[in-house]
């Protein structure tokens, strides 16, 4: 017993891996890795159909702007929220992280309502022509995603609730954050792919 006791000088013990030495942040960084290649290849499909097409693109014009931006803006803030959420945690503010995890799910179920509106509104169909078979197919494979960080960070609010996390034991809160990260930045080469380049190709 004399032996531990001097083996052991009284600091507190590993809660578990952290950071890049978290199998879990490793899972996300390959998870990452294969939808971004996933999404390049679909923007990939946009423009090389774009560039066969003899007449206009996008049939019909370029689409508008007044929900897009708002969406954007939302799911911008919501990646914000999530940044200042994951740093209140690390500095063992549990108050700040439950905000933060609010405000991003409210935002992300606003951009998901933004998205219905603006998908109620197309006056084509994904078997109309190309044009609304990439429009759904992107806009639709991201919307998932959306949806799946929605859920994520709902639970992880519960966990909050329950105490899981705090300065010494938040790299799950980390990896989520990387996701909403990496969701904010598809939506941001698809609002440029989608619904800026049509007017820069005028």
Same mark, same amino acid.
């Given at each position: 017993?004399?032996?531990?006791?001097?083996?052991?000088? %009284?600091?507190?013990?590993?809660? /578990?891996?952290? /950071?890049?030495?978290?199998?879990?942040?490793?899972?996300? +960084?390959?998870?990452?890795?294969?939808?971004?290649?996933?999404?390049?290849?679909?923007?990939?499909?946009?423009?090389?159909?774009?560039?066969?097409?003899? $007449?206009?693109?996008?049939?019909?014009? @370029?689409? =508008?702007?007044?929900?897009?931006? @708002? $969406?954007?803006?939302?799911?911008?803030?919501?990646?914000?929220?999530?940044?200042?959420?994951? =740093?209140?945690?690390?500095? $063992?503010?549990?108050?700040? !992280?439950?905000?933060?995890?609010?405000?991003?799910?409210?935002? /992300?179920?606003?951009?998901?309502?933004?998205?219905?509106?603006?998908?109620?509104? =197309? $006056?084509?169909?994904?078997?109309?022509? #190309?044009?609304?078979?990439? *429009?759904?197919?992107?806009?639709?494979?991201?919307?998932?995603? +959306? !949806?799946?960080?929605?859920?994520?960070? &709902?639970? !992880?609010?519960?966990?909050?609730?329950?105490?899981?996390? %705090?300065?010494?034991?938040?790299?799950?809160?980390?990896? #989520? &954050?990387?996701?909403?990260?990496?969701?904010?930045? &598809?939506?941001?080469? +698809?609002?440029?792919?989608? *619904?800026?380049?049509?007017?820069?190709?005028?």
């Amino acid at each position: 017993m004399a032996e531990a006791d001097a083996l052991y000088g %009284g600091e507190a013990l590993p809660v /578990g891996s952290k /950071g890049r030495l978290s199998s879990g942040w490793w899972g996300m +960084v390959t998870l990452i890795a294969t939808e971004a290649a996933l999404f390049s290849y679909l923007l990939f499909s946009y423009f090389y159909v774009s560039a066969q097409v003899v $007449g206009a693109w996008p049939p019909g014009g @370029p689409p =508008k702007l007044d929900l897009a931006i @708002p $969406g954007t803006i939302v799911l911008m803030l919501g990646s914000g929220t999530m940044w200042w959420g994951e =740093k209140g945690i690390r500095a $063992g503010r549990q108050a700040q !992280l439950l905000i933060g995890l609010a405000a991003s799910v409210l935002l /992300g179920l606003a951009f998901v309502v933004l998205e219905g509106i603006e998908w109620s509104r =197309k $006056g084509f169909t994904p078997s109309s022509n #190309a044009y609304g078979s990439l *429009y759904f197919t992107v806009t639709g494979f991201h919307l998932t995603h +959306v !949806l799946v960080g929605v859920v994520m960070l &709902v639970m !992880l609010f519960v966990w909050t609730l329950f105490g899981y996390f %705090g300065v010494r034991r938040h790299s799950t809160i980390s990896i #989520a &954050v990387m996701y909403w990260h990496f969701v904010t930045a &598809v939506w941001v080469a +698809v609002f440029l792919t989608f *619904y800026v380049s049509p007017y820069l190709a005028r």
